[in-house]
């Protein structure tokens, strides 16, 4: 643009002079437009960045927190389960004697009758379906 300014066509010397100057004002204007809006996005860039920064700093600051949150009802959980195993302890034995009381018995015979029948019935099945094999492979 510069040379088309100075050089072009048969205009009088000051006409080119003006074209050569409206020419380096033009391109310095837009120049500093371009640097200008350059600026303006590189500091909206800037202050998106820390605004990023401040974001994952407080997720981390939240991640933590929740870690250590899960870690103490770990630990409360653990420390339940134990006062409750101390508890069912304690309701089982007699307090002097520290032998297995009546409800210690009538709680292991529960269980122990449960385990029985649940043997039995699966016993009483297999012998079933071998009587039901046994008739349809004769038939």
């Known amino acids: 643009m510069v040379a088309w300014a100075q ?8 006409v080119r002079n003006y074209r050569l100057l409206l020419t380096v004002a033009v391109m310095l204007t837009m120049g500093a437009l371009v640097f200008l809006r350059q600026h303006l996005l590189d ?14 700093s ?6 933590d927190e929740l ?14 389960q134990r006062k409750n195993l101390q508890l069912e302890e304690i ?11 009546r409800r210690y ?10 385990q029985v029948l649940r043997n039995y019935q699966r016993a009483q099945g297999t012998t ?4 039901i094999i046994a008739t ?3 038939s």
């Open 67 to 80: 870690e250590n949150r899960e870690h103490f009802l770990r630990w409360q959980s653990l420390e339940l």
């Open 105 to 114: 018995l009538e709680e292991i015979l529960t269980a122990e009758a449960g």
């Open 91 to 101: 309701s089982f034995t007699d307090v002097l004697t520290g032998v297995w009381n």
């Open 58 to 63: 407080e997720m981390c600051r939240l991640k």
């Open 43 to 56: 500091q909206e860039l800037l202050s998106l960045l820390q605004s990023s920064r401040q974001n994952l």
């Open 136 to 138: 349809w492979y004769s």
């Open 7 to 14: 050089f072009g066509g048969d205009a009088p010397q000051r």
């Open 128 to 131: 079933i379906r071998k009587m």
